[in-house]
């Protein structure tokens, strides 16, 4: 389903509606209270965007969470600025004790130094100004695919499946070439 919503195009997956339905039906109220914290953590980074001088071009909202597009030209430090903007959020719930368990589980994910979480785009920025584009790519693209196998062996050894659907997402976007 698409749409336009103050001048930013919307995209939202049927299947983010098919797992939503399940997760009501099941009576999970945790998964909604993720996509609640999911939310407010791409709200920031909006808000920063656009204290910034910037803007917002497209959110996707699908199965694997939400995301948020911008073509504006900020400079490194905004950019970083616009990237830790929605870790703050979290992190100012989790300080406050506003579902702490969930929000620590947020920082924790976007902090991964795996591209394209927050972190991993970070630091893409830095290694970009200090080795060159070229070398930037194959370091993350390195890193990304190590720790995200890293990743992907620790939720299947200790069970933890909500991480095996964060890393199967990784590897796909890996794979794909998304770097």
């Given at each position: 389903m698409r749409f336009k919503l103050f001048n930013i195009d919307f995209e939202i997956s049927y299947l983010f509606f098919a797992i939503l339905s399940v997760a009501l039906f099941c009576d999970n109220i945790s998964f909604l209270i993720v996509i609640l914290f999911s939310s407010l953590h791409e709200l920031g980074h909006i808000v920063s965007l656009y204290?910034?001088?910037?803007?917002?071009?497209?959110?996707?909202?699908?199965?694997?969470?939400?995301?948020?597009?911008?073509?504006?030209?900020?400079?490194?430090?905004?950019?970083?600025?616009?990237?830790?903007?929605?870790?703050?959020?979290?992190?100012?719930?989790?300080?406050?004790?506003?579902?702490?368990?969930?929000?620590?589980?947020?920082?924790?994910?976007?902090?991964?130094?795996?591209?394209?979480?927050?972190?991993?785009?970070?630091?893409?920025l830095i290694f970009d100004k200090l080795l060159g584009v070229g070398k930037s790519y194959r370091i993350m693209y390195t890193v990304s695919a190590l720790l995200t196998v890293l990743l992907l062996l620790y939720s299947l050894f200790y069970k933890k499946y909500s991480l095996l659907f964060i890393s199967l997402y990784l590897a796909f976007w890996l794979i794909r070439g998304n770097l």
């Open positions: 204290l910034l001088g910037g803007r917002a071009d497209k959110i996707t909202v699908s199965f694997y969470g939400i995301g948020l597009k911008h073509s504006s030209q900020l400079s490194s430090c905004r950019e970083i600025v616009f990237l830790m903007s929605g870790i703050a959020v979290n992190l100012v719930f989790a300080a406050f004790d506003v579902y702490r368990d969930i929000n620590c589980a947020l920082i924790i994910a976007n902090a991964l130094p795996i591209y394209p979480l927050d972190m991993g785009r970070c630091l893409m």
